[in-house]
């Protein structure tokens, strides 16, 4: 079975560009969560879907926007980018949003450079 | 707001044990969980505790006392492998996200 897959994997962009970083979970997983990862700290959490709603969202700014369609795969997306954004993105997959004894299944993330 | 306490960093010798405390200070508690993250990889889970009490993984434990707020992750015949960051994460809540601490950087040498 295939793990969480996470595109791209590397991504430079320039400040105030925009862009969509994409998620797909594991195969059954209804339930997708984002999280920002700088450098030397652990993982932000910046929002939680489950059955294509909204669940969960954490303290980021309206440039953050995120969706999951229809077959639970999900998208992030950065508008105005700062240089402030640059980071690991991390998209995590469980079965329903609780899930707490299987844990997350985290991809290998993006790693978003802005210059 | 929430907080998690970890050590940032530990080093330890090959063979040994080694002990990674987390205290947490959070608006409701659904239990501890812990991660593994080797350089340029992903989170990988590790352990829950959603009671008091050991929780034993082959070589990992994990250890919780909700009523002093605090868990910890006990690596025993420590290798080299196990050189990672180690995350311990709450959930505030039955359906809530995972927050998690900073993070403690396990260095294991010779």
């Known amino acids: 079975d295939a793990g969480v897959t996470q595109s791209p994997t590397h991504l430079i962009k320039t400040r105030g560009q925009h862009v969509t970083l994409r998620c797909s979970p594991i195969s059954g997983h209804k339930s997708v969560s984002w999280y920002q990862q700088v450098l030397g700290q652990g993982p932000q959490f910046i929002f939680q879907y489950y059955e294509k709603e909204e669940r969960g969202r954490g303290n980021f700014p309206d440039r953050f926007s995120a969706r999951q369609f229809p077959n639970y795969s999900s998208e992030l997306n950065v508008n105005a980018l700062l240089l402030g954004d640059s980071a690991l993105y991390l998209c995590?997959?469980?079965?329903?949003?609780?899930?707490?004894?299987?844990?997350?299944?985290f991809g290998s993330g993006t790693r978003l450079t802005v210059v | 707001g929430q907080s998690l306490e970890q050590p940032s960093e530990v080093t330890a010798v090959e063979g040994a044990i080694v002990q990674i405390n987390c205290t947490y200070q959070t608006s409701g508690f659904y239990g501890l969980s812990w991660y593994q993250q080797h350089d340029g990889g992903a989170p990988t889970f590790l352990s829950y505790?959603?009671?008091?009490g050991l929780e034993e993984t082959g070589r990992f434990s994990s250890f919780l006392s909700r009523s002093d707020s605090y868990g910890y992750l006990l690596l025993q015949e420590l290798q080299m492998k196990d050189s990672a960051s180690y995350f311990c994460?709450?959930?505030?809540?039955?359906?809530?996200?995972?927050?998690f601490g900073k993070g403690t950087r396990l260095s294991v040498i010779a």
């Open positions: 994460a709450v959930r505030t809540g039955g359906n809530t996200p995972l927050v």
């Open positions: 995590a997959s469980s079965p329903t949003t609780g899930s707490a004894n299987y844990g997350y299944t």
């Open positions: 505790n959603g009671l008091d």
